[in-house]
């Protein structure tokens, strides 16, 4: 059964960093894009960051550019997240997610996989 598990949530102090992982099992997922979204309490779940199979291509939300890095290692089966200078809206429960486009999955479209999500916690 394929699976997503993200970890390395947790609570973090405004303008300190942590590193999601998204690790994939089930089968391989090397071929396709990886993604995060969030979703805050009462809001609707927003698109952070994709990579494509190769790593060449990669989107970031807007809210996130020039703080989160993605990254994947496929002989892991395995996606990354970055997240530097948190502020405290960065605070959510962040998914990791798999597509078979890219360019649709940034509009959260074409979604085939999700994971159960960890908790972004950051204190101001």
């Known amino acids: 059964q394929e699976q997503l598990v993200e970890s390395g949530g947790g609570l973090v ?3 300190g ?18 993604g995060w979204f969030r979703q805050a ?4 779940r927003e698109f ?14 807007d809210s996130v550019k020039g703080r989160f890095t993605i990254s994947r290692d496929s002989a892991k089966n395995t996606a990354y997240l970055q997240m530097n200078s948190l502020k405290p809206e960065d ?5 990791c997610a798999v597509a078979y486009n890219i360019a649709a999955m940034q509009f959260g479209h074409g979604i085939d996989y999700w994971g159960k ?4 916690t950051v204190s101001s």
């Not at 960093?17 to 990886?34: I, K, Q, V």
């Open 17 to 34: 960093s942590l590193r999601l992982s998204c690790a994939a099992s089930g089968r391989t997922f090397s071929n396709y894009p990886m």
């Open 13 to 15: 102090q405004t303008g």
């Open 41 to 44: 309490p009462g809001e609707e």
């Open 117 to 120: 999500g960890t908790l972004v």
């Open 91 to 95: 605070a959510a429960v962040y998914y």
């Open 48 to 61: 952070v960051a994709a990579i494509s199979w190769s790593g060449g291509t990669i989107y970031y939300g």
